[in-house]
């Protein structure tokens, strides 16, 4: 049985010197998991900081924006002061357009949107990435093959061509269809990230040494080797969830995303075309700052992330 | 000579349960094999062309044949690259072998698959090299030992109930001198010699027969390397363990083995009791080998044989036999034909000696006394573990007795 006492003397020898060796020599010692000393580390990175300042106003304004100013952005009998112009303390603070619809209001109900499509983009991508990924790589041989060949197609395809061409067939402005479209195309960068990572993984000693112990193959696929791989993934990620809302962005300028009245960034861009012309600067302005500021964010935050997640770093 | 921390209780402790003690016991008490391998083939095939087809082999290990018996350490040594460890990993599964046939205590090795399989790896552990790369880095100490506890659960043992096995992760590190409150702790957090002892917990959990020590110290520091080498001679009393120690320090290998096989190329060479191999070797390139090891005895005058050239491809290893291209015994006959006509056999020799040189009785006498001299015995101290024979004893005495036993120096000198 597991729980009766090892076999020997020579154990409790071992026992007897350790314990008085410790009794003397025992310093507190801080014992850090690995999250604590990721999150030391990302601490220093002040770029990655600035970054997560930025994301929480973005997060702050989709949560509460629109319970905030809870005003329709579309709705043009809104009372609004100014007919024309930028006044940043007077309501609304981005301007408003001629109709008397409020920028910041627009800004404020698009952070919804575009963020949960960068989010859910790189949940799908994310899980099929590291699925095909870590099979292939872990696997090797014919599945490796297969799969990357498919990676291989995946990429080979033009990839506006093929956004637009679904956005327009499958997507109809729905929401839904175009995340689903997204996710499922931007999944395999990660994925050969993924294989890469596995095949130098799974040569490790502490890989053979689980085998020898007898953990089975998806275990120690997910359980031993994935971990391990977490830091690139969780980069790469971030990356993902900006392309994604730069992509709605194009998208929907290009009028094949979202309907219009389902408002993001890149409908708030879209709609200001013919704005620009007219010299109405901050129509356009405030939506791109947002996705600008936010997909700079997303990267400082990657970046850092990149740093603290790396187990060789010290300290 | 006497060590430098002079003697200590466990120290005096060390000679008797020494190797050359063990092994004369093992010799002399009915010898039961534990292991045996017959024939054993392990090729690495070389994929090239447009249709990445096989066209050649990386013959890591070709045809090797021989027996560990029950409670015995097996040294295995060689140049890298000669196959050892191959050999190692090909024999506990972590990778399929091309041909042969190996038994553990008569139960097929290679033929089991599955369940059985998974059952047959409670038998047989490894302890690895590399303390940082053996180690998940991501994993706490109890799941490093832990895994193998809940991979191995079953109704008997109750492994699947943490606490249960929590319980038996402590108990296996204290028994290599860890403190039982280290299993929250991370690889990071230990220093190289507790890194190699946490492996050797994860490999004794799950109380295996025949342990394969791959190059298990050659990583650390010298003194530390000391202490691992009396804590594996203490586990093997104390759990009766049967090791296959892989090493290619030639005096790391002497110390701790009861008998000793030298590889070259992916072949045993020559084979046998570690007091007879090391004072009377019979093939050129164990005598080559022991001439190199340096003797810190300055009264001892060494000739080097120095060979020429290097170590052959595995790809494409000789015809006949395969040292025959760096052999200064060939030259000295004059090169004879059938060495490179005629794969020379492993043969026996003498008692439990066996050799694959076709001129193995004309090796001169002359050249072994040179190359392996025998030297007065040191000054017997109570520091000094009786090595048998060679000069290179010495070295080990001294290491030995810095680790002065295992469990005294563990926590204490290593603490992070």
Known sequence: MSDQPLRTPATSRVTALTDTAAADYEVALESLNQWQLAWRRFRRHRLALVGVAILAVMVFLAVFGPIIWPYDPLDLRRDLPGPQGFDPIAMPPFGSDGAGRSVFVLVANGARLSMLIGTTTMLIAVTIGVLVGAVAGFFGGWVDNLLMRFVDLVLSIPFLFIVLVAARFFGGGELVPLILIFGLLSWPGLARLVRALYLSLREQEFVLAARAVGVGDLRIAFRHILPNAIGPVVVSATLIVANAIILEAFVSYLNFGLKAQDISWGNALARSQERIAVGNWWWPFFPGMAIALTVIAINFLGDGLRDALDPRAKE | ?416
């Open chain 2, 1 to 416: 000579m006497s060590g430098p921390l002079g003697a200590g209780a466990s120290v005096t402790a060390l000679p008797a349960a020494g190797p050359s003690a063990a092994g004369t016991g093992a010799t002399a008490n009915g010898r039961e094999p534990l292991i045996v391998i017959e024939h054993l083939v392990k090729y690495y095939p070389i994929l090239g062309g447009l249709l990445r087809r096989k066209i050649g082999d990386v013959k890591a290990v070709d045809d090797v044949s021989f027996e560990i018996y029950r409670g015995e350490v097996f040294g295995l040594v060689g140049e890298s690259g000669c196959g050892k460890s191959t050999l190692g990993k090909t024999l506990l599964r972590l990778q399929p072998p091309t041909s042969g046939r190996a038994t553990i205590g008569g139960e097929d090795i290679f033929s089991k698959q599955g369940k059985e399989l998974k059952r047959l790896r409670r038998r047989m552990q490894i302890i690895f090299q590399d303390p940082i790369g053996s180690l998940n880095p991501r994993m706490p100490i109890s799941d490093i030992i832990g895994e193998g506890l809940l991979a191995q659960a079953d109704a008997e043992n109750g492994w699947k109930d943490r606490r249960i096995r929590d319980k038996r992760v402590e108990d296996y590190l204290e028994a290599v001198g860890l403190r039982r409150d280290y299993t929250r702790r991370y690889p990071h957090e230990f220093s190289g010699g507790q890194r190699q002892r946490i492996g050797i917990a994860r490999a004794l959990a799950l109380d295996p027969e025949f342990v394969v020590c791959d190059e298990p110290v050659s990583a650390l520091d010298v003194s530390i390397q000391s202490q691992i080498l009396n804590l594996l001679l203490d586990l093997r009393r104390e759990f009766n363990l049967t090791y296959l120690f892989i090493a290619h320090n030639l005096s790391v290998v002497q110390y701790i083995s009861d008998r000793v096989g030298v590889m070259y190329l992916g072949k045993i060479v020559e084979l046998g009791d570690v007091g007879a191999l090391y004072t009377q070797p019979r093939h050129p390139y164990t005598i080559a080998l022991l001439s190199a090891v340096p003797d810190p005895d300055p009264r001892v005058r060494k000739k080097r044989i120095v060979l020429k050239g290097d170590v052959p491809s595995p790809a494409a290893p000789p015809p006949g036999c395969r040292f025959h291209t760096r052999c200064w015994l060939r030259e000295r006959l004059g090169n004879p034909e059938n060495c490179v006509t005629e794969e020379p056999p492993l043969r026996d020799v003498g008692p439990g000696h066996r050799v694959a040189c076709h001129w193995a009785e004309a090796v001169p006498e002359d050249v072994v006394a040179a190359a392996v001299p025998a030297v007065p015995p040191p000054p017997t101290g109570p520091g000094v573990s009786p090595v048998p024979g060679s000069g290179s004893s010495a070295a080990l005495g001294a290491a030995a007795s810095g680790g002065s036993g295992s469990g005294s120096t563990a926590t204490g000198a290593e603490a992070p």
